[in-house]
């Protein structure tokens, strides 16, 4: 007898959504190739890295919220550019006043300038603080099953294992331990990091994971209003291929067509 795996929505802070491709705002040319390839994506969360974007605290230069309208985009800031917990919760802090209050945020606190790789002490560290100040935390972290365990254990609303190190484009490089996260996982996992092309996005959701978030992907496609609907698809594609459960994998081949009654 078939068992299949029953859909459930994607549910952050609340509030449910239909896409499950999350995507950045960075490293575009322009803010009109920005609007034109978040629109293409799909995605109606978009990530704001609040120390280097306009959000309205600098009055006068462009601000992405003129292209992103909040009433139609939720805004996810996030704390890209922090090495310690300390400025990870000012950064939070400044996002929820410009953003009148929100406190869904993307946290992640680095540990160096070259790898980009999450720092997870001070990551548990400024998660804590900004749980009990009343933030929905969404937290970037190692592909560490029991660090992923003691986010969710704080009170983070959503745990974000890095695929491959930040604008890597490498890919899932440990699907075991993602494995692992997801086996044990209380709150949603989506992949964030290292997602090169749209099979990378499609494998991590017919891992199980709720959704993947992304930015170079996209943004350092040679043509990225294109590979923005390729991850819109891959997304839908792999979240399917998981609903529907895989075919076993054999060593050998199998008929297609059973042999019995052949005529001989």
Not at 44 to 51: K, L, Q, S
Not at 78 to 85: I, K, L, Q
Not at 137 to 148: C, E, K
């Amino acid at each position: 007898m078939n068992t299949f795996r029953t859909d459930k929505p994607f549910v952050l802070a609340g509030r449910t959504f239909q896409s499950r491709l999350l995507v950045g705002t960075g490293k575009y040319p322009d803010m009109e190739s920005t609007r034109l390839a978040i629109e293409a994506s799909g995605a109606e969360i978009v990530t704001v890295a609040v120390r280097r974007t306009n959000l309205g605290q600098n009055p006068g230069e462009p601000n992405l919220l003129d292209i992103l309208p909040p009433d139609r985009y939720t805004i996810l800031p996030n704390t890209a550019g922090c090495y310690d917990a300390t400025e990870a919760v000012r950064t939070c802090r400044l996002a929820r006043e410009l953003l009148d209050g929100k406190n869904l945020v993307k946290l992640e606190v680095l540990a160096d300038e070259k790898t980009l790789f999450p720092n997870v002490i001070e990551t548990l560290k400024a998660a804590e603080i900004l749980v009990k100040d009343g933030f929905d935390v969404m937290v970037y972290t190692s592909d560490d099953p029991i660090i992923a365990r003691q986010l969710a254990e704080i009170g983070c609303i959503a745990v974000m294992p890095l695929a491959g190190l930040i604008g890597t484009g490498l890919g899932i490089c440990n699907p075991y331990n993602l494995q692992i996260i997801l086996e044990e996982a209380k709150v949603p996992v989506l992949v964030d990091a290292g997602v090169g092309t749209a099979s990378d996005a499609t494998i991590a959701m017919e891992l199980g994971c709720e959704a993947v978030l992304m930015n170079s992907a996209i943004a350092h496609a040679q043509n990225p209003v294109m590979m923005a609907q390729a991850m819109k698809h891959a997304i839908v594609a792999g979240r399917l291929a998981y609903l529907a459960g895989r075919m076993p994998k054999k060593l050998y081949a199998s008929a297609s067509s059973p042999l019995d009654g052949l005529i001989k």
